[in-house]
């Protein structure tokens, strides 16, 4: 499992991005799927989820109507649209996938992570600043 982020860079709060993540190695017809991000001091939060069986979308409530998880199965590639950025939306972000990997939230969090054993990919810095 091979899994590459990219498209990040500096934005003005306000401003929009789109994430890609480039996956190999698999395909996604038996992994859930998400994103991840680290600010820094701060640790990984999920930010969006589908699980192996595909169906519904789940996002951390705070960050839902914001950004949008899509997918293109054909060509192995996941999207992330990140609009109205803001300054504490600054971080490292990643995708992930995991093996039959369905989603779900620890008690007394809001962010969604997968079961199983997760695959990280390298991350790609988003920097939201005027």
């Known amino acids: 499992v091979q899994l590459q982020a990219s498209g990040g860079g500096l934005v003005q709060p306000g401003g929009s991005l789109r994430l890609s993540c480039a996956a190999s190695?698999?395909?996604?017809?038996?992994?859930?799927l998400a994103w991840f991000r680290q600010a820094p001091g701060k640790e990984r939060e999920g930010i969006s989820c589908?699980?192996?069986?595909?169906?519904?979308?789940f996002y951390t409530n705070y960050l839902e109507g914001r950004f949008k998880f899509s997918r293109d199965d054909a060509k192995n590639i996941l999207f992330l649209q990140m609009n109205n950025l803001q300054p504490e939306d600054t971080a490292v972000y990643y995708c992930?996938?995991?093996?039959?990997?369905?989603?779900?939230?620890?008690?007394?969090?809001?962010?969604?992570?997968?079961?199983?054993?997760?695959?990280y990919g390298q991350g790609t810095q988003v920097t939201v600043s005027s």
């Open positions: 992930a996938a995991a093996e039959r990997g369905t989603c779900f939230r620890y008690n007394g969090r809001w962010d969604y992570t997968l079961t199983g054993q997760i695959s």
């Open positions: 190695g698999f395909t996604f017809d038996n992994y859930g």
């Open positions: 589908i699980g192996h069986f595909g169906g519904n979308t």
